[in-house]
């Protein structure tokens, strides 16, 4: 199938340097893009005082932002599995860090979702359930990019002064 109705359009992609305009494209494409547009757009023809440039620079800024943090994504990404994957010792001990990490965001997230939907549904919103209602996920995922950043570098920390990688290495070896 890729022969018959994409290999002509992936063809067409020769230099790394033409995925920048496939990827502007791909984020003008996103949902949130068209969803911000859409909305600009009904409120400048709302009130009539919003002109065509300042609505399509909503989604025109936000491919930008996407851009950006993918590529930082990326970047970061590559450096990390380059490391890991230069050993085995480093790649075991690199999965164990970040998966227990996501294990733990995921169960906290999904813990204070399911408290807050117990919460309205029995009416509690006293103390505890107070505060837990008032959590803002913004701060919330703030605190997890702080966690992963905080993890990477203990994790970072006990590899060198614990040597695991001089320990285990000699184990690999025999």
């Known amino acids: ?25 791909f984020g003008l494409g996103f949902d949130t893009a068209t969803e911000v547009g859409l909305l600009a757009l009904a409120a400048g023809v709302a009130t009539h005082h919003v002109p065509f440039l300042a609505v399509i620079s909503l989604p025109l800024l936000f491919a930008a932002g996407m851009s950006l943090m993918d590529t930082a994504d990326g970047a970061f990404m590559s450096q990390a599995y380059g490391w890991a994957f ?3 010792i480093r790649k075991v001990y690199y999965n164990i860090t970040v998966t227990s990490l996501s294990v733990a965001v995921a169960l906290a997230i999904g813990s204070v979702e399911l408290l807050q939907v117990l919460s309205n549904r029995f009416s509690l919103n006293h103390g505890f359930w107070s505060w837990l209602n ?3 996920f913004g701060t919330i995922g703030y605190a997890v990019v702080g ?4 993890t990477w570098a203990v994790s970072v920390i006990v590899w060198k002064t614990r040597r695991i990688e001089e320990r285990w290495g000699a184990l690999v070896d025999r």
């Open 86 to 88: 230069s050993n085995p």
């Open 1 to 25: 199938m890729n022969r018959f109705f994409l290999g002509k359009l992936f063809r067409l992609v020769s230099h790394s340097w033409q995925m920048y305009p496939l990827g502007i494209l």
């Open 147 to 150: 966690l992963f950043v905080l």
């Open 134 to 136: 008032s959590l803002d």
